[in-house]
């Protein structure tokens, strides 16, 4: 195992991606590892939403000044502040439920075992 100081050394900020499908247990396990950052009075007021639409993904690219692994990515996972940000400018004909905050506040629910 790594020690701290090794995996700030060692880590850095991947573009590119694979297309392998990606298990929900390890994106459960990846939000619940956020779920766990501090909070203040550890309110953890954190929401995700799981994105793995590709109509949606490709729009993320173009909100994003064309970084392609925003849609190269199998999964993305984006953050409640920057959710508010991005809903209104998601794909017209996306789903109710793709659109709404109240959707990415369950995944979160469900994705961190509350
Ligand atoms: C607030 C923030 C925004 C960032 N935005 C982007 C981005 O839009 N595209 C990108 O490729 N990297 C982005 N990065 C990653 C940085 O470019 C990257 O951390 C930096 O180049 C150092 O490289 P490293 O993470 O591999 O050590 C962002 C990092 C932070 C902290």
Redesign the pocket.
Known sequence: MLSVKEAIEV?????HFRPDEVPDKLIEQMLEGARLAPSGSNIQPWRFLVIRDKEVKKELRRI??E?R?MEEAPVVIIDKTTIDYILPVLPKNSSKDRRSSSSAASTCTQGCGG
């Not at 880590?11 to 573009?15: A, G, K, N, Q, V």
């Open positions: 880590r850095r900020s991947i573009r994003c000044l970084q692994f």
